[in-house]
């Protein structure tokens, strides 16, 4: 008996079958296309197992409320076919299993609990900085929905007071996302953070913000562990500034675990969400 | 038998007892002065019943971690003779009998949560808006505390465009609470906020800065409803101008309650907090 993960992101699915111990046995990426052209290679992966329960990490926004008419769906996107589309009801006409489904920082915050940074603590946030910003949240071992799940990359923050900039969300103009994730630094600089000089002044802005931003998540969680993934993390030289500007913005107002340990880069590297989605997957069988 | 509350605040402690129902049989109200003389009448007050348990709602910051050596103790405050205080030690040193502990806000959550505005849902945050700004949330039954409790009135705000107001928080000067909270308008405006006419523009600029919170703890709790008692919420002009800002600033990205009934004023008034410190005690005596 295995385990099935799904790690369902906008650019690739990455599929996993694990044994009772959590041991991938086999992975592979598909890339996002329609619904049917995914799922195709997602059935002709899953099919060669026998599967006791499949957990989703999937992006979003999804609906996550039980009680809904629409739970298991994605919601509102702009990815072709993906609008309204009833995931999980895809994968359960499928395989006659436990389906667990959630949000692929859900899913990575997860992971990161259970075998990652924060598994020797209660609760810890886990932040996506990439193409777009989103977080989700453990407490005491379960993962914060509550209306719906969070969108903690369109909390307000405050414009640096060197930067000017407006952001680029559709929706908050400068919102967190709308001023930190990739495509704002792309069109702030015209160029992609990946071709940033590491010593370029521009990473103290975006430590500001990502700072500000986990302060924010400080004050209202108090999460042990804040842990910090996606492509704009690479930028390993970040996480220093991060924990300078945290340290000016909080004051010492409120006690946290030492910044060394407290804002990190996940124990997982790049396999939070797929861990993760498996680890659900398991709780959901039982 | 009986549960007793206390709603320890800054200025005064509300004192009371109830019967299993949660109905109050008597109440008392003590200016809180030193510790000594404060509970000294607080004894003088409990020791007239035989209590089951005792569930207390404190001002802070305090401490509520269990595995702490100064758990139940008030922690750093200016106010004389509380600075590391031994709170629940005192109680429990007068009465042998389980102690509830928990924050002032974190109570008047979990009062409204079981008895006024959320006792249909699952989630809620109870925010006060007075001397300070401090907000307790309540996820699935469960007083949210991580490393420690939560802050919620000293989250990073964007000032709003004709507020160039620098903040009065010692801590962080425009945080929520050094913009928006009572004494945050009397030094801009040289007026306390009951002596302002109702219909002054500034009530718009301090709707911008509750808002602009509600929507971040939106964005992170996403929570069923949202409570907003203390002083300058009984300026009631301010819940339109709310719901109002809020609307504009959320943009329609994520779905909530309708905001007539998500962003509202406390079911139990004046008495969330020391009915929320009884049930606490209750919970505690199980």
């Not at 209306?147 to 369109?154: L, N, R, S, V």
């Not at 804002?263 to 790049?270: F, R, T, Y």
């Given at each position: 008996m295995y385990y099935g993960g799904i790690e369902a992101g906008g650019t690739k699915f990455v599929c996993a079958v694990s044994d009772q111990s959590f041991k991938i046995i086999e992975r592979v990426s598909i890339p996002t296309s329609t619904p049917d052209e995914t799922l195709k290679q997602v059935f002709a992966f899953f099919d060669q197992y026998q599967l006791k329960a499949i957990g989703i990490g999937s992006f979003g926004p999804i609906d996550v409320n039980v009680d809904s008419d629409t739970y298991g769906y994605v919601t509102s996107t702009p990815k072709k076919g993906w609008n309204n589309y009833n995931f999980v009801g895809a994968i359960k006409g499928r395989y006659d299993v436990p389906v667990a489904w959630t949000t692929d920082v859900n899913a990575a915050a997860y992971g990161e609990y259970r075998?990652?940074?924060?598994?020797?603590?209660?609760s810890c946030i886990y932040l996506t900085i990439g193409t777009g910003i989103g977080g989700g949240a453990i407490l005491n071992g379960e993962i914060i929905d509550g209306?719906?799940?969070?969108?903690?990359?369109?909390i307000s923050v405050p414009n640096h007071p060197n930067d000017p900039f407006e952001g680029v969300c559709p929706y908050h103009g400068n919102c967190l996302e709308g001023l930190a994730a990739g495509p704002a630094i792309e069109k702030r600089l015209q160029k992609k953070a990946q071709d940033l000089d590491k010593t370029d002044d521009f990473w103290e802005i975006e430590a500001y913000y990502i700072a500000q931003a986990l302060v924010n998540y400080t004050m209202i969680l108090r999460p042990e562990v804040l842990i910090l993934g996606g492509g704009v993390m690479k930028q390993e030289q970040l996480f220093p500034l991060i924990r300078k500007a945290f340290k000016e913005i909080m004051n010492d107002y409120v006690v946290t675990p030492d910044l060394e340990t407290y804002?990190?880069?996940?124990?997982?590297?790049?396999d939070a969400g797929i861990t993760g989605s498996l680890l659900l997957a398991a709780e959901k069988a039982i």
């Open positions: 075998k990652g940074e924060a598994q020797l603590s209660n209306f719906g799940h969070p969108e903690m990359g369109h804002i990190v880069s996940p124990g997982l590297v790049d």
